[in-house]
């Protein structure tokens, strides 16, 4: 079958993307009923046995106007004498007019009349309008105006009943209908009509424009406030753009719709249509006025008009189990199968208020519809952002941090990614601490710490893009914990020391194992504000102090001194190359801690399996022979090697030095005298204990650990004198 390629059709602006629907739709209905069509790249293309000429003539002679009457508007030329004089003789132009193609429209504004006499209100005129229009005018009815429970609503494709601003729709169409066709049966076409039309439908040469606005549709050309070099420019119009696209309007049938788990009762759903979330353009300003957003549907398999009418009848966008609500839905919805198959790709235009107070529909972006395995995961936080969302009152820094989770969430869902994700996380991690710290509001919402990210589901997708140092690093720390007790006796001392996370985060563990706020906040504040390395000797120093607080095994008692044995039970093991990075200052501390802020976030580390990251001999990367010497002390269930109980603290106060020369004389009587040959003040220098109490912290695999002083004694006898 032959095809047309409409140069004239565009998925931008908005008033190109309903021209092509008006001309699939009309060539459907009127002309040839097994046409199809479909989105190709950046055109619409016509398949059709009709040649280029013959799709002329039909417009140009034969196609019949849809019948558009707003009598329920003031301006629509339905109003007494005096009232919009140039209105009222557009509508008694067509009124009058001879020509066969009209007679519908001509039959209809007398039943408007009718209605309108009948009716006291703008809703009774509405109503009778329904009981009196002909079937041919009731899609404009349905597109423009809403009968709902709580009373008229007006979908946002035809602002406020049919009237974008000053601009009154169906007038308008009226008017440009006398620019292109004869009123009067058996005239001859305006001779600018045929070069409109071509233009309109095909594209090529520009041709000259009328004075005229094309509203929200086309902002390029509707004028206005600071369109112009001298301030303002009239608006210029191609009739016949205007009229297909008002005739594309039509696909978007408005109707009363009670969505599944929609919080008001009724509402007026325009398909595609949903709520504004200004993040995911670069002109996004959250204090701007919207009407909300229209996500046009671009499919590229040739279909007939009744499937596509179908598809944008139904205007499925499901996210969860629920209809999208917002542009931050939808995005989402394209990446989990929310939305019908044969959809490749979303054009979005936000209806938003531009120059000056004039509702513009612009153009911010396409999105592909693509499955993205990390989308899902974003339904856990769901409930926690949406009660944070509803909430009156919040600080501004809540409602900024919210936001930016908004706008991560955005990227992610459009372009998916493994480093995506991360920012998700990290921004929600943000977002807890900005809402830990507004107190008042915090109580006063009831809001929780978040809770309920399984760590075996997020931190495969985290790695999608490749596992860095810091990464593993940061899921190391995170995962660290002790065993749960099962008996009830668990004291809150031993609560509180049984998560790094308990230390760092600005929550505490109460009975039953439940997160609530901590009251003074973050045992050890400032994970993000601080140097990272000083949080982390912190947190080990404080973790020690709770275990010879609580007591029990962790306690050794040898004939020489007491010993502690503070490492955690569980944990990520991290390759050894990475440890001895962040020991000797060679990661990046900044990204660290913004991903460790994240990953703390995450839950049921014991029952992640240990990831394949690299080589666990520690045969490769740097070696500081200071960690190495310490680090076998800090290994769980060692039974020969136990740290004194304040060497965390003296590490964290810059005092390496005598740590080393403990640690050296506890492995000279343990029988490991061959490391003894280091020289103490040689080994300390340059050392940053902070750094290594935070090294201290993270867990290796036991051939790591063992490896460490192998390593250690053999460059102790290269450099024996």
Known sequence: MPEHVLGGCHPEPLGSYLKALGIFRLVSEQLDPAVRGHWRGDHFVLRTSLNAGELATFFLAEWQPSPLVSPWNNGAGFAREGKSPAAVESVAGVERSTAARLAVYRSTIVAARVALAMASDKVEVVRECRAWLPDEALPWLDAAVVLASAGPAYPPLLGSGGNLGRLELSVNFMQHLARVMSFADGGEVPGASPPWLHSAVFGGSPVRMVTASAGQFDPGMSGGVSTSPLGKAEGLVNPWDFILTIEGTLAFAGSVSRRMGSVTKGTAAMPFTVDSTPVGYADACAGEGTRGELWAPLWGRPAAWPEIERLLGEGRAQWGRQQARSGLDFVRATASLGVDRGIQSFARHAIVERLGQNMLAVPVGRVAVHVKPAVPLLHAVDAWVERLRWEAGAPAQVTAALRRLEAVQFEMASKGGGLRLQEVLIALAELEAVVARATSFRDRSGLRPVVGLPAHEWLPLLEADGASVELRLAAGLASLCDPIRSDQRTTSVERDAGRLSLFVRPVSLGDRQRLGWATAGAKVPGLTARPLVEVLAEAHRQRVIRVVQGGGEQLVTDEHEVGVQPAFAHGIKVPRQDVARLVAGGTDDATLGRLLAGMLLLEDWRCYPQPRWGPEDGSTGPLLPAWAVLAPFFEHGNPRLRPQTEWVAQLAAGQVDQV??????????????????????????????????????????????????????????????
């Open 660 to 721: 080393l020369t403990a640690a050296l004389m506890r492995l000279r009587i343990a029988g490991d005298r061959q490391v003894l040959v280091r020289n103490v003040d040689v080994m300390a220098a340059g050392v940053e204990g902070p750094r290594v109490a935070a090294g201290l912290l993270v867990r290796l695999s036991k051939a790591a650990y063992a490896s460490l002083l192998d390593q250690a004694s053999a460059e102790a006898v290269a450099d024996y004198p």
